[in-house]
Structure formats: C-alpha cells, structure tokens
C-alpha cells in the first residue's frame, strides 16, 4: 500500500505545474548564475596567481634578511561556488613579519566577520530558496487539498492504515524532490567541468555530493514541515498561509535575529579599551629596545645611505659603528619583537574569543531554523566556514614560525645581510666627523655603481596552504547534518501523530 | 467482530411504528423474506462533541441486491450515517457492520466490503481518467487489472472512449461522478454507500447514474445511497427511509410504496414539527 501511494504521489508531483515551474525555475537560475560565480571565480584566481608571482618575485629579489616579509594569500576556493559563507568577510592574506601573530581580520565593516549574511550570491542561496519553496509547495496541500479533493474519504473507504498514507506521501515526497537536487546539482557539475579554471579532485566532488545530500535534506524537512501543517489545518490555504509564515521566519528572521542577539548577549569589548591596551604594549615594546640599543657602546659614527627594496628599506651603505650596533642588537631586539607578538597576540586572541562566543550563540540561537543549519553545512563542505578561515591562520602562523626558525638557524639575524647589502670589506669604518664628510660621499657612489646581489631564497620555506580535509569537515557539520535529519524525522512523527485524529470526511 | 446471528424467534409481527425505530430494524418487524444483511446498524447513535445528536438510535439493514435510499433534508443523518459505515467517525452507541464485520474493531478488514462515492468528488486532476482509476483500484486490492479492465469499467458507466485517457480537470461533475460509479465499481465489494451521488447532475446524467445503481443492484451489491432526491428514491429504491434530526423517521418498501404518495409522506415528515418538541 506504502509503494501504491508513493508511486502515486510521485507521479501527481511531476504533473503539477509548481513541480515543473520549480524545477525550471532551478535550472535557469544555474545556468545564469553559475556563469557569474565561475567568472568571479575566474577573477580570483587570475588576481591570487599575479599576487603569488609577484610575492615570489619580490622574495627572489630579496637584498636582507630584515626584509623577509612575505605575504600569504588564501587560495580562492572553487567550491564556494557553491557556498561563499564567510569567505568574503574575512580578508584573505597575511603579511608574515616578526612583530605579529596572523590573526583573521574583517575585510569589511562588518564587526564580527564570522557572522553569516544573507544576501551572498551562491548556489546555495539558489538552492535553498527554490528548494525550501518547492517542498512547501509540494506538501502544502498533501492532506488538506486531499480532503477538498474528496479523495481522503475515497481512499481511506479501502483497507489502508491512516500511517500508511502518511508514509507513502513522505517517501513520494522524499523521491520527487530527488529530482531537483540531482538535476540541479548535475548541471551545476556539468558547468564546472566545463570551466578550465576549476579542475575538482576527487574530495571535491565527494564534498559536491555531500552539499547534493544536505540539499535534499533541507528539501525534506520543508516537505515534513508542509506535511505535518497540512495535518493540522483543515483548508490547503490555511496551511500556505501557515508555510509562507514558517518558510519566512526560517529564511530570514531566525538567521538575522540570532546573530543580532548574540551580538548583544556577548557584547565586544570597547575597541577603544583594545586599542589602548596594544598601544601599552607597544609602548613597552619601544621602551625595551630602545633600551637594549642604548646598552650598547657606539664606536664611531652612524650614518647610513638607505635605499627600497619591495618589502621595506635597507642600508646600501653603512658606517662601521652602525653595521656592528645592529649586528648586536639585531637578535635581541628580534627577540623582544617576537616575544611581544606573542603579548599582542593574546588581545586578539581575547578579541577573537568574543567572536567566537557571539558566533556559537548565533549558530546554536539558529538551530531553529533549517536553512540557518543548511548555510552551515553548505560553509563546511565549500570550506568557507570558521572552521577553513581558522585553518589558513593557523598556517599562517605556523609558517611564520618557520620563517623565524629558519631566520635563527641561518643566524641570520646577526648577520651583515640582515640590514645591509654590503659585504664585511665594503663597510666604512669612518670614526669622525672630518672622515665622513671627505670619505663617505665617494664610497657611497663607487658602491651604487655596482648592483649587489640578492640573498640565496631558494632554501626559504614556501608557504603552501593544505585546506581543511573531509574528514575534519564531516566532523564539524555531523551535529547539524543530524539536526536536519531529526527535524524530518520530528515533523514525520508529529504528522504521523496528528493525521490519526484528522478528520478525513 | 463478526455480526450476531439473529433468530428467528427475534421477529416481530406487529405493525410498524415509524416514529419508533430506536431498537428495531425493518426485517424485525417484517414479513418479507430475510436475506443476510450486507450493511447492518444497530442501535447506531453520534452525538457530536458540540452536543449536536447528528443519529438518533438508528437500526438499518441493507441486503445483497437491494438498494436502500435514505432520504432526509440536509443535516438529517445521511452523512452521519455513511460516515459511521466508512469509520471515518467513531460512533456514540451502536455498532455497524459491514458483511458481518464490526466496523469499529475490525475497521481494515470492513473496508475490503464496501466501496463508496461521494458527492464531493474532483479526484486528482492531474491524473487521466485510467490513471485515477488505476490508483483506486490497487487501493482497493484489485493489483491484476489491465489497462483493458479499466476501460472496460468505465465503459460500464458509460464515460465517453475520448475521456479515458483525458485529465480529470477537464472533466464536467457528471462525467467526475460517472468515474467515481465506476471506481467504486472496479471494487467489487459487495456493498456500495453513495453519499448524494447525483447532487448538481442534469436529469439526463442522473437517468443514466440510476440505470448503473440499478445494474449493481442486479449484481447482487448491496446499495446504501443518501439522497436529497425523493423522486429518484422512488425510482430505484427497494427500500426507503426517511430521516429526520438524526432519527430513521419512516421506512417503507418498493411493494407498500406502490400504493403511498412518497413524495406527500416525505414532504410531510419535512414540514411537521420539530422531534425534539
């Protein structure tokens, strides 16, 4: 009887206009937005390469050690095509340099960038509008148009268990919206394989087919949800009524309520009370080095004549007194800055805490709503949730950490190179005032007639961002992934329960 | 539950009292030859949660091969009483039985007895006449019919060839009530309740819905039909009775009918006082 009635409704389901205009609906809106999303991706891509080349090349061109300061930059991820979640709030490269830890930063005005927004244009946006909207539609009117229909009375006047009918209905339900999630999801496949910029691994498609999987899964709480208002309503209009109230407090009040709340119920440290305890600590900072530089005795005279290299300034030419201050202070004063780092660190940190705390209220406020537990999903399978913007700073940090390491072990912070290009020959030892004004001119201009060369950077450690894997991500959304599954289920046996007393006449 | 077997020593010979049908069905006091009932009530009574007492006591039989009708204004029963049959509402008292089954504790397998058409039928009309006709049958456990046997059942009711394989949507109210004869047909229960099924139709449709009524009587269906239509009733009704406020007011058969004006007792019983005063 289950299979009659499944049959049934699937078939009823594929004839129906809504079916057909939602589906259409779907697909038009792929294959226009796709394009968009493949063309900004496009974009990324082509912007991320000329800043890697440019990075390489600058770091090719390195004349000092001091000046070793890279910039990472996050891969722009194919798969937030599908799902751009928080990618865009969050500014995505870091400049390595001893005084600061990477920490995430908005790029935007947005005061905490690991709250979601709405309006994002994504295939996930695509997807849970159509999809919400068509599995309302398709249950709306499961139980209470049946009984306008006068086909209730007609089919439960033969041997079939009120649960059986509910049953067939839900897994009919469950097969037609199949269909556009497959569809959808196929098209979508086709236009990525067809695009030469994005080439998908095989985890790429396996998380593809996980976001298809949740897909259909927000698609079948919608259609438990339409079910179980359409057994305790007795008009189809009521219920859609009912539904257009449920579908817009799920899509939109409950994700902006929560993050609105959680804002206020953990409330950010004033910025002023985090500025002025950085600006304490760097203050304190310049107190130690300077005093570290006032310990040391300066033999003779300091002067210097600067010139640019990408990444910061350095000494073409240089006074004794001056190369040897800063081949002794040089370690010390690297130490200081990295230990500090560690210092400014921690205020971030407690700043980051505060996110974390607003995000986690937000995301637990919004487990009433589907879509909100879908988004998240969505996030962690196109990796542009916390969790992946969490990850490209945590290697960030670990690369600069490999950076000083490597700095230390080459001694390089006590090293000529570290500030200047001139070798231990070429450096003046010019102890008066008389000296340098004769000397110091004619040696700086035979020194810029020849062109120094660069520092050997083959050895230096290349930051390559390792995204975060499936299984991490799996990990991470198998609450919600479980919480879309037991809203089914839920709203099935509330539906199961309520039509035992629904009046079938 | 299967229906108690009455005795024969159950009968009784005195008169009818048609304003007194709280304890008694028809063959209780009737002469004419007992055929086991396909459709019974006893004692059948639903008050409805409002208070309202929609059947009063009602005992009724109705046999293989007969047609009973049960006339009454709106809000008399009728429904109620199709309603009780299909299970589709508990009952207060009282207990129906269909082909001997207890409605009430045996309600799947009393199913499998009756088929049924109500008045309010617009079927699904996405589906073509067969594809409706197709889904009711499997529900009705008729899993081995061709699509031959679905043309040929609706052309029993005499749907046009052209409308078997058209959408329902397009479908007039006759040509909806003809296909929801013949789902109820390609059934083949022995007991059919019709709740007001020509209700809206032409005098044309319902000549024809009365010729199938009488076809299936012929076939040995037991015929329970609700109907406003007291000329129809006279027509093709081997029994009829006549409800008011819920209670089984006055039943006569085809023979004693011959010789009253149904249409002056119905009007009557319509016009006197309220029961209840």
């Given at each position: 009887m289950i299979w009659t009635i499944l049959k049934k409704e699937f078939r009823y389901n594929l004839s129906t206009l809504r079916f057909r205009a939602g589906i259409v609906l779907l697909l038009l809106l792929i294959v226009s937005f796709a394009p968009i999303l493949l063309n900004s991706h496009k974009k990324q891509l082509s912007d991320y390469n000329h800043l890697v080349s440019q990075n390489l090349l600058d770091l090719q061109n390195l004349m000092t050690w001091q000046n070793l300061t890279p910039s990472i930059y996050n891969p722009p991820e194919p798969l937030a095509l599908f799902s751009r979640g928080i990618e865009e709030n969050i500014s995505s490269s870091f400049r390595i340099v001893l005084d600061e830890i990477p920490v995430l930063r908005s790029?935007?005005?947005?005061?905490?960038?690991?709250l979601g927004v709405f309006s994002v244009l994504d295939m996930a946006l695509v997807f849970k509008l159509i999809l919400s909207v068509l599995a309302l539609l398709l249950a709306y009117d499961s139980l209470s148009g049946e009984k306008e229909r006068g086909t209730l009375g007609l089919i439960f006047s033969n041997q079939l268990q009120r649960h059986k009918l509910i049953l067939g209905k839900f897994f009919g339900g469950v097969v037609t919206l199949f269909l556009p999630v497959f569809f959808g999801f196929l098209l979508t496949a086709f236009m990525i394989e067809r695009s030469p910029f994005i080439d998908f691994d095989a985890e790429g498609w396996l998380r593809i087919f996980f976001m298809g999987l949740a897909s259909w899964l927000l698609a079948l709480v919608f259609f438990s949800i339409g079910l179980f208002m359409s057994s305790i309503t007795k008009r189809a209009s009521d219920t859609l009524i009912t539904l257009s109230l449920v579908w817009s407090i799920s899509l939109i009040v409950i994700p902006n309520l929560s993050s609105y709340l959680a804002v206020r119920i953990h409330p950010f440290q004033p910025r002023s009370g985090m500025t002025q305890q950085k600006q304490e600590i760097l203050y304190e900072r310049g107190q130690k080095i300077n005093s570290i530089i006032h310990a040391q005795s300066i033999r003779g005279l300091v002067i210097q004549h600067d010139e640019f290299e990408p990444w910061g300034s350095y000494y073409r030419v240089a006074t004794r007194a001056l190369i040897r201050l800063r081949q002794e202070t040089d370690p010390l004063i690297a130490k200081v800055r990295i230990e500090y780092a560690d210092r400014l660190r921690e205020i971030d940190g407690r700043h980051y805490a505060i996110l974390m705390r607003q995000k986690n209220t937000a995301d637990f406020l919004s487990i009433l709503s589907p879509v909100a537990v879908y988004e998240k999903v969505m996030n962690s399978f196109s990796r542009t949730d916390a969790t992946s913007q969490k990850e490209f700073e945590r290697q960030a940090g670990v690369y600069r950490e490999q950076i000083i390491d490597y700095l230390k072990g080459n001694e390089a912070f006590s090293s000529l190179r570290y500030s200047t290009t001139l070798e231990e020959s070429q450096v003046p030892e010019l102890d008066t005032k008389e000296e340098v004004d004769k000397k110091f001119a004619p040696i700086r201009d035979r020194l810029l007639e020849t062109q120094p060369a660069p520092l050997e950077v083959s050895e230096i450690p290349r930051f390559h961002y390792d995204p975060v894997r499936m299984n991490i991500s799996l990990k991470s959304v198998r609450s919600q992934l479980g919480l879309l599954l037991f809203m089914v289920l839920l709203f099935l046996i509330g539906t199961l329960a309520t039509f035992k007393k629904f009046d079938v006449r | 539950m299967r229906c108690p077997i009455r005795s024969d020593?159950?009968?009784?010979s005195s008169a009818p009292d048609p304003f007194d049908n709280s304890k008694r069905s028809y063959y209780e006091y009737s002469d004419m030859p007992r055929k086991s009932p396909i459709l019974k009530a006893v004692d059948l009574s639903k008050r409805h949660e409002?208070?309202?007492?929609?059947?009063?006591h009602l005992n009724l039989e109705v046999s293989s091969g007969e047609v009973y009708c049960l006339l009454g204004a709106n809000g008399a029963g009728k429904t109620t009483t199709i309603n009780l049959f299909l299970n589709f509402i508990p009952p207060t008292t009282g207990t129906c039985y269909i082909n001997g089954v207890d409605t009430r504790t045996d309600p799947l397998e009393s199913k499998k007895h009756v088929a049924y058409v109500s008045e309010k039928i617009l079927l699904?009309?996405?589906?073509t006449a067969r594809q409706n006709l197709d889904f009711f049958a499997k529900l009705g456990g008729r899993k081995e019919l061709t699509k031959e046997d679905y043309y040929q059942a609706m052309r029993r009711v005499s749907?046009?060839?052209?409308?078997?394989?058209?959408?329902?949507?397009?479908?007039s109210k006759e040509l909806r009530q003809k296909l929801g004869l013949s789902i109820a047909m390609i059934k083949d229960a022995p007991a059919i309740l019709l709740d007001e099924p020509t209700a809206g139709l032409d005098p044309n449709a319902i000549g024809e819905f009365s010729e199938i009524i009488v076809e299936l009587k012929q076939e040995g269906k037991a015929i329970l039909m609700a109907t406003l239509d007291v000329f129809r009733a006279k027509e093709i009704g081997d029994r009829i009775g006549i409800m008011k406020e819920g209670r089984l007011v006055m039943e006569r058969t085809r023979e004693i009918l011959q010789y009253e004006n149904l249409i002056k007792i119905y009007l009557d019983y319509m016009r006197s006082e309220p029961l209840s005063v």
């Open positions: 790029s935007g005005t947005s005061e905490n960038p690991l | 020593t159950d009968k009784k409002d208070g309202t007492l929609a059947l009063d699904y009309g996405n589906f749907l046009q060839e052209k409308a078997f394989e058209q959408k329902v949507k397009y479908f």
